[in-house]
C-alpha cells in the first residue's frame, strides 16, 4: 500500500468511526487546505450517502474574502448544511471587548465561540483537520483527543488510544474531537491535494497583494483590520499563502508557485516551517498552543 | 513510496528523544525555525547551550520542566524511498501505558540501551511488550558509545546478554547496533570512532531493510464498521484487515454462521472487483441481507471462533484496581459487551503488587468471560479481532489492552 492510500484509508476509518459511534458530531471547517481536504475524505467515507454530519465554520470575521467566497461555493456544490458561529455575536452576548494592536487576532476568541455552538446543537464530536507536524503539542496529541466538560484537554492524562480501537464514550457534557490527519504532514496535504486533484481558494497560489513587512520579516496583507503607522511601507509582492487563517494573523510568504506541482516543489526547498513562516500569533510563548488548548482552542 | 511506523522504547535517560532529534536533524526533516525555537527555550532554562535534541519531541511544558517524556509524540520525516512515522514513548515505568499505546500501532521498534549500564528491567519489560505485539522488526540501538570510548567489547557482550533476553521471547534475529545520539555516531552518518563495526547505520537499516510482508496471512477478515444508507441500499462500511475480497465470493457472517455472496464493492467513489488488506470499502448483498456494525465477515476455511470464554494476555493502564466482580466493558474493533475477568493465572511483569488484582502497568494473561458469545481470533492470527480494550463502565476510562491467546 502506498503512503497515501494508508493515510486516505486511516482518515476514512476515523471519519466512519465518528459517524457510527457518536450521536451529533460536526466537522468543523475553515476553509483551509486541510478542511477542504476533509470534506474530499469524507465524500469517500459516506459515498453514496450525504454526509452523516453538517459541517461549522467558526467566523472570527476577520477571514480573507477569498475564503468565505470558496466556502459558500463549496456548500453549494456539495448540497451539504453548513452553520456559521459568529465570533462577534459571542463578544456581544459576553461583553467582551475587542482586541487591540495593530494586528488584532480574535484567534484565541475562537474557542468561546465554539464551546458556546457545542452547547447549542448539544455535539459530541468535533471533527478538525489539525495534523501533529503542526506543532509540538499537536504532536502529543490523541487521533481522538477527549475534553472536559469545560472543554480542557489534559495533556497528561489522555485515554489511551491502543490499535485502531476507539473509546468514544462520554460522560455527561464531556466532548470529543477528533483529528483524522493527524498523521499527515504539509506535503502529505499536498501530495493528497495534487493526486486527487483538489480545488483551492486562489490564495494558496502566487498573486500580487498589498503587504507591509514585520520586524520577523512576516508579510501581512494589507487591509481594514490592520493599523497601519507612517512607518509601514506598503510593498506591492508576489505572494501566496501557506496556510489560510485570519487577515490578522496569517502572513504570506514570497511564492511564485502557480500550480499544486510549483507549490510541491518550493515546499521541499523551504527550510521554514508551516506556522513558523505564517502565524504571528504562535510565537508568544513556547507553550502558546499548548495554554490555547487547554482553554477549549481544536 | 512506503509508510514506516516506528517507535522508540528504552529506559528514561536511554536517550530516546535526543536519538530521535538526531534522525530528525541528521536526515534533515528539521525546519530552521524550530532549530532556533530549541536554543531558545535553552537560553531561558538550561545550562547547556547546545541544541537540545530531545526538546524536538518532549512538546509539553511539563516534560521540558522534567526533562522526561510523559506521553507519545509524533514526529515525520520522509525520504525518497519511505514515509516515517515516529513515535516516541516515554521510558519510565509509570508511563508504560503510553509506551504501549505508541507501540502498538507500529511495525517497527527500535529499543535503547544504555551502553554504561546495559540490560535494564525496563528492556526486559519493553523487550516483552514488543514481543506481545508481535512486532516483527526489533533494532536494539546501544546508545552512548562515546561514554566507553567506542569499545566494541562492552558492546559485544551486551548484545551476547540481549539475544538470549529474546530467545525466550521468541523476537528472532534482533539487530544490534552501536551509536552515540548525541555525537550523532552511527545514526545517520558512519563514525569513524565505530570503524570496528561493520553494519549499517540505524538510518540505513531503516531505508532499506524493513520490508513489510503484506498477505502473507492465509485468512480473510473484515468487520462491518459503519452501515451507509442511501436510497434503498445498505452499504457495510468497514475496513480490510486480512487477505481479498472479491465481488461473487462467499463468506461467513460470524456472528450468525450465514453465508452471503459479495455483489458489489466499493472503494472511495467506485465500483471495484476486489479489495484488499487495508483499505476501507463497502461491501453491497442481496437486499435479504441485515448485518450490524461489529459483525465479522471471513472466508468459510479459517473461520474466527465464536465463543463468551477466552484466555488473554492484558496490560493494565489505569491506577485503579482490577477485580474478579466488575463487570467491564468490552470492545473489540467495533464490537461492544460487557465482560468479567473470571481468573488472574499468571503474572508476567509486576509493579509491587502479589494479589490477584491487576495494578497500573501490570501485565498478566487472564481468563475473560463475556456477557454473550462474541466473535474473536487469536491476536496472532489477526490483529484487529484478536485485540480488546477494557473499558470501567462507570466513568468509560480505558482501563486495559488486551491480546488473546
Request: hydrophobic share 40%.
Amino acid at each position: 500500500m502506498n503512503y497515501l492510500d494508508f493515510l486516505e484509508s486511516e482518515a476514512i476509518f476515523s471519519l466512519r468511526e465518528v459517524a457510527a459511534q457518536f450521536k451529533r458530531p460536526v466537522l468543523l471547517f475553515s476553509g483551509g487546505k486541510d478542511s477542504i481536504c476533509m470534506v474530499h475524505l469524507c465524500k469517500k467515507a459516506f459515498y453514496p450517502a450525504k454526509f452523516p454530519f453538517p459541517l461549522m465554520h467558526i467566523d472570527t470575521g476577520h477571514n480573507f474574502p477569498e475564503t468565505l467566497e470558496f466556502r459558500d461555493d463549496l456548500v453549494k456544490e456539495l448540497k451539504e448544511s453548513l452553520i456559521v458561529r459568529l465570533v462577534e455575536d459571542t463578544m456581544i452576548q459576553k461583553g467582551i471587548k475587542d482586541v487591540e494592536g495593530k494586528f488584532p487576532s480574535r484567534n484565541a476568541l475562537q474557542s468561546l465561540t465554539l464551546l458556546d455552538a457545542i452547547k447549542e446543537f448539544k455535539f459530541d464530536a468535533c471533527i478538525g483537520g489539525a495534523r501533529r507536524d503542526e506543532e509540538k503539542s499537536r504532536a502529543k496529541e490523541r487521533m481522538f483527543s477527549l475534553r472536559d466538560k469545560i472543554g480542557k484537554w489534559d495533556p497528561a492524562n489522555q485515554r489511551p488510544e491502543v490499535w485502531n480501537i476507539v473509546n468514544a464514550h462520554l460522560n455527561e457534557d464531556e466532548n470529543m474531537r477528533v483529528f483524522p490527519l493527524s498523521n499527515w504532514t504539509e506535503l502529505d496535504v499536498w501530495a493528497y491535494i495534487q493526486r486527487e486533484k483538489i480545488a483551492l481558494p486562489s490564495l494558496y497560489f502566487s498573486h500580487e497583494r498589498a503587504c507591509i513587512e514585520t520586524s520577523d520579516g512576516h508579510l501581512m496583507n494589507v487591509n481594514e483590520f490592520v493599523s497601519l503607522s507612517p512607518a509601514d511601507k506598503i510593498l506591492t509582492e508576489k505572494v501566496r499563502y501557506r496556510t489560510i487563517g485570519d487577515m490578522t494573523c496569517t502572513a504570506a510568504v514570497r511564492s511564485t508557485a502557480t500550480s499544486v506541482e510549483e507549490i510541491i516543489d518550493e515546499l521541499k526547498r523551504t527550510k521554514i516551517s508551516e506556522r513558523g513562516a505564517t502565524r504571528i500569533d504562535d510565537r508568544i510563548s513556547d507553550a502558546g498552543m499548548e495554554d490555547r488548548k487547554r482553554e477549549g482552542y481544536f | 513510496m512506503k509508510l514506516i511506523r516506528l517507535f522508540t522504547a528504552g529506559n528514561v535517560d536511554d536517550g530516546k528523544s535526543t536519538l530521535i532529534g538526531r534522525l530528525l536533524l541528521d536526515s534533515g526533516a528539521v525546519s530552521t525555525d524550530i532549530i532556533q525555537g530549541l536554543t531558545k527555550v535553552n537560553e531561558l532554562g538550561m545550562e547547556n547551550p547546545e541544541i537540545d535534541l530531545a526538546f524536538l519531541t518532549d512538546g509539553l511544558r511539563a516534560e521540558r520542566e522534567l526533562g522526561i517524556t510523559i506521553d507519545v509524540a509524533y514526529k515525520f520525516f520522509s525520504t525518497q524511498k519511505n514515509k516515517y512515522i515516529i513515535a516516541d514513548t516515554p521510558g519510565h515505568f509509570e508511563y508504560t501505558r503510553n509506551m504501549f499505546t505508541g507501540a502498538s500501532r507500529c511495525d517497527v521498534a527500535i529499543i535503547l540501551v544504555d551502553v554504561t549500564i546495559g540490560i535494564t528491567e525496563q528492556t526486559k519489560r519493553h523487550s516483552l511488550i514488543v514481543s506481545l505485539l508481535g512486532i516483527k522488526h526489533v533494532i536494539f540501538a546501544i546508545n552512548k558509545m562515546d561514554l566507553k570510548q567506542y569499545d566494541k567489547f562492552v558492546f559485544e557482550a551486551i548484545k551476547t546478554d540481549l539475544v538470549e533476553l529474546c530467545k525466550p521471547l521468541e523476537i528472532d534475529a534482533p539487530t544490534v547496533l552501536p551509536m552515540s545520539a548525541l555525537k550523532g555516531d552511527n545514526v545517520v552518518e558512519k563514525s569513524p570512532f565505530l570503524s570496528w563495526f561493520n553494519g549499517p547505520t540505524l538510518f540505513d537499516y531503516l531505508e532499506n531493510s524493513i520490508h513489510h510482508n503484506e498477505h502473507e496471512n492465509k485468512l480473510l477478515r473484515f468487520q462491518v464498521q459503519y452501515l451507509i444508507h442511501a436510497d434503498d441500499t445498505i452499504g457495510y462500511a468497514g475496513r480490510i484487515e486480512h487477505g481479498v475480497f472479491h465481488v461473487g465470493q462467499e463468506v461467513l457472517v460470524g456472528s450468525t454462521g450465514e453465508l452471503k455472496c459479495i455483489q458489489n464493492i466499493v472503494h472511495n467513489t467506485q465500483s471495484v472487483s476486489f479489495a484488499a488488506e487495508g483499505m476501507c470499502v463497502s461491501f453491497y448483498f442481496d437486499n435479504q441481507t441485515e448485518l450490524k456494525r461489529g459483525d465479522i465477515l471471513s472466508a468459510v476455511a479459517f473461520a474466527p471462533t465464536v465463543g463468551n470464554r477466552f484466555t488473554t494476555t492484558i496490560c493494565w493502564m489505569s491506577d485503579r484496581y482490577s477485580d474478579l466482580k466488575t463487570e467491564y466493558l468490552l470492545q473489540l474493533g467495533a464490537i461492544s459487551v460487557g465482560a468479567k475477568m473470571i481468573a488472574v493465572q499468571q503474572k508476567l511483569l509486576e509493579n509491587n503488587n502479589s494479589s490477584e488484582n491487576l495494578s497500573l502497568n501490570d501485565i498478566a494473561r487472564v481468563v475473560i468471560e463475556t456477557e454473550t458469545k462474541i466473535v474473536f481470533d487469536r491476536y496472532e492470527d489477526a490483529k484487529a479481532s484478536g485485540s480488546f480494550i477494557l473499558i470501567d463502565p462507570s466513568d468509560y476510562a480505558t482501563l486495559a489492552a488486551g491480546i488473546i491467546c
